[in-house]
C-alpha cells in the first residue's frame, strides 16, 4: 500500500485494528526513508498519539474522512521516561500517517493537502 502527497508515493505499513495501532512503530530503532504507518480508523474524531516506547522522532500528520490534511505535527520527539506528553489533531481525524521527522517538511506538506491512496484497505472494525 502507498500513499501519495504532492506527487511523491510513500510505501507504508497498514495499521487498522486496534492492537496494530496501540503498538504502531513502539520499539523501532529505524524506518526505511519513503516509508511510513498509516493508521486507519472506522470514524472520524480528535485522534491523540503519543510517543512512549517510539525510539525515532516523527512526523504526524492527520487526515479527515475526504483525506485532507487537517494536522502536521513535525519532528515529534521520542519520549525516553514517563509521562509522556499527548498529541492530538486540531480537528476530527480518519486516518494519521507516521513518516520519520523532517520527511514532512523534505515533500514541502502543509495542512489543507490531499492524499491518494493506493491499495490501502478500509478500517476494519
Known amino acids: 500500500p502507498e500513499v501519495e502527497l504532492r506527487a511523491h508515493r510513500i510505501d507504508v505499513e497498514i495499521a487498522a485494528d486496534d492492537a496494530s495501532r ?37 512526523d504526524m500528520l492527520f487526515f479527515d474522512a475526504n483525506r485532507k490534511l487537517v494536522t502536521l505535527l513535525s519532528d515529534v520527539p521520542p519520549c525516553k521516561a514517563d509521562p509522556c506528553p499527548v498529541y492530538p ?16 517538511a523534505k515533500l514541502g506538506l502543509r495542512e489543507g493537502d490531499m492524499a491518494t491512496f ?7 472494525h
Open 118 to 124: 493506493v491499495n490501502v484497505p478500509p478500517a476494519v
Open 22 to 58: 496501540a503498538h504502531g512503530l513502539m520499539d523501532r530503532t529505524s524506518m526505511p526513508t519513503g516509508h511510513g504507518m498509516l493508521f486507519v480508523f472506522a470514524d472520524d474524531a480528535v485522534r491523540t498519539f503519543w510517543m512512549k516506547d517510539t525510539l525515532i522522532p516523527l
Open 89 to 104: 489533531s486540531t480537528q476530527p481525524a480518519r486516518y494519521v500517517l507516521e513518516l520519520n521527522a523532517g520527511a514532512a
